[in-house]
């Protein structure tokens, strides 16, 4: 059974740093295309960043550029998002989810991930 179980939410300042886990099982993610979605209260989903085993290409939506890293262990099997810099509009849900075939990053927003986790909240204060 596929799975996905994100971590390292919480409540941090303005300026702060956290680090999401993503830790998956039932695959291994070297072979999939992982990416870190978010969405805020009232607003629609945001791809956040990517990473492909297929291609090892990587991608960073203009909002996270520069300040967030994607990155993944493979003894643990785990992606993980380094957030730098954290602004109050970075406050939101963020969730990973796994494409089993799209071969490359970004992911488009037209085509289902195949596997979601169920998210965690990040709360960045002003």
């Known amino acids: 059974e596929v799975q996905l179980v994100e971590s390292g939410g919480g409540l941090v300042e303005t300026g702060g740093s956290l680090r999401l886990s993503c830790a998956a099982s039932?695959?291994?993610?070297?072979?999939?295309?992982i990416s870190w979605f978010r969405q805020a209260p009232g607003k629609e989903r945001e791809g956040v960043s990517c990473?492909?085993?297929?291609?090892?290409?990587?991608y960073y939506a203009d909002s996270a550029e520069g300040r967030f890293i994607i990155s993944g262990d493979h003894t643990r099997n785990t992606v993980f998002l380094r957030m730098n810099s954290l602004k109050p509009e970075d406050t939101a849900v963020y969730y990973c989810?796994?494409?089993?075939?799209?071969?490359?990053?970004?992911?488009?927003?037209?085509?289902?991930?195949?596997?979601w986790g169920k998210g965690t909240l990040v709360a960045v204060s002003s």
């Open positions: 990473m492909s085993g297929k291609d090892n290409s990587e």
């Open positions: 989810a796994v494409h089993k075939d799209y071969p490359t990053c970004p992911v488009p927003d037209y085509v289902d991930m195949n596997y």
């Open positions: 039932g695959f291994t993610f070297d072979d999939y295309t």
